[in-house]
């Protein structure tokens, strides 16, 4: 999670709103990729941390099958990055802080388990949520 900070900081600098995620490969020792909000650097309304991590460890892998792979991001996914999330096939996620208002992982909605899907990742939800929200805090504050 420690990484995926980093990488929400990243994005923080840019002028986007600090969110950063990691997919770990199925070993969960080496990190296949990674990404940071994107949205305003590039205009792009998909460019989300997730989505880029996504991405960028399919291309790595030559598939778009995650299979038993990790992601790791530092707020709770969307509906759009759910979706992304089961349809990449990640075995587990990991996300820092709640998002209350849109997220897809268990407080507004439950997309990623939702027992109607063929693929069910597992989530953990909270790890270093204080430090995940905080960053976002004092983002918007300093908006």
């Known amino acids: 999670m420690r990484l995926a900070l980093a990488q929400a900081e990243r994005a923080a600098r840019s002028g986007d709103v600090p ?3 990691l997919v770990l490969a199925p070993d969960g ?9 994107e949205r305003e650097v590039t205009g792009d309304p998909t460019g989300h941390a997730e989505i880029l991590a996504i991405r960028r460890a399919a291309e ?3 598939e778009w099958r995650l299979t038993g792979c990790t992601l790791v991001v530092t707020l709770e996914p969307c509906t759009m990055c759910a979706g992304a999330i ?8 990991v996300y820092g802080a709640r998002d209350d208002k849109a997220g897809a992982a268990g407080s507004l909605w439950d997309v990623i388990r939702d027992r109607r899907l063929n693929h069910r990742p597992e989530v953990i939800e909270g790890v270093l949520a204080a430090e ?3 960053q976002l805090t004092d983002f918007f504050r300093g908006r």
């Open 29 to 37: 020792t080496s990190v296949l990729a990674t990404g940071h909000n």
């Open 60 to 62: 790595r892998l030559g």
């Open 132 to 134: 995940c929200a905080r």
């Open 19 to 21: 969110v950063g995620a």
């Open 86 to 93: 089961v349809q990449s096939r990640v075995d587990r996620v």
